[in-house]
T-cell receptor, first 115, second 114 residues
Framework: AQTVTQSQPEMSVQEAETVTLSCTYD???????LFWYKQPPSRQMILVIR??????QNATENRFSVNFQKAAKSFSLKISDSQLGDTAMYFC????????????FGQGTELSVKP | NAGVTQTPKFQVLKTGQSMTLQCAQD?????MSWYRQDPGMGLRLIHY???????DQGEVPNGYNVSRSTTEDFPLRLLSAAPSQTSVYFC?????????????FGEGSRLTVL
């Protein structure tokens, strides 16, 4: 069975600075997706970034980037130039490519961006 | 452009009552799923469906029933609510074979069982 672990329940960062959220996972599968979802106080789940396991290149989306270490089963999220609107709960998630529609989530990291 | 619609958004029940959380999507997605969100535990899969007439259990299925009679709808039924089912529930959908694998979520339903 796959598991996803986020070991940082809470983090804070000053506006305009950089923060890294950690995620590790355990799987025996070779083909999978990894995701970071953002959940602001509105409760809406918003996809931040996605990584395909077969791609060696780390995914980037504007101020968001990941450090994907497949051998170490690590998938951290870096937020550059943090903004007040980045304040949210962040979830790391795993999907077996052969089990579409089924996400396995980590426990979440609550990020506060301080002015 | 509705996407995934969940109703109701809030509900209070007494122990032993029954109710149905409704979920509908207008994107013709094959996959649909229900998750519950509890503090410190992330989101956990309750039930999912890969198409009309096909459902399967997820990680925490006890106390919940589902059916999928159409592609669009995937209701979640609580037959006899218990305080342990107090949670926020999310419905999600995705397209089979979609390269991105992305799930589209509803806005969530907060359920309190007294």
């Amino acid at each position: 069975a796959q598991t996803v672990t986020q070991s940082q329940p809470e983090m804070s960062v000053q506006e305009a600075e950089t923060v890294t959220l950690s995620c590790t996972y355990d799987t025996s599968e070779n083909n999978y997706y990894l995701f970071w979802y953002k959940q602001p106080p509105s409760r809406q789940m918003i996809l931040v970034i996605r990584q395909e396991a077969y791609k060696q290149q780390n995914a980037t989306e504007n101020r968001f980037s990941v450090n994907f270490q497949k051998a170490a089963k690590s998938f951290s999220l870096k937020i550059s130039d943090s903004q007040l609107g980045d304040t949210a709960m962040y979830f790391c998630a795993f999907m077996n490519i052969n089990q579409g529609g089924k996400l396995i989530f980590g426990q979440g990291t609550e990020l506060s961006v301080k002015p | 452009n509705a996407g995934v619609t969940q109703t109701p958004k809030f509900q209070v029940l007494k122990t032993g009552q029954s109710m149905t959380l409704q979920c509908a999507q207008d994107m013709n997605h094959e996959y649909m799923s229900w998750y519950r969100q509890d503090p410190g535990m992330g989101l956990r899969l309750i039930h999912y469906s890969v198409g009309a007439g096909i459902t399967d259990q997820g990680e925490v299925p006890n106390g919940y029933n589902v059916s999928r009679s159409t592609t669009e709808d995937f209701p979640l039924r609580l037959l006899s609510a218990a305080p342990s089912q107090t949670s926020v529930y999310f419905c999600a959908s995705s397209r089979q074979g979609l390269v991105t694998g992305e799930l589209f979520f509803g806005e969530g339903s907060r359920l309190t069982v007294l």
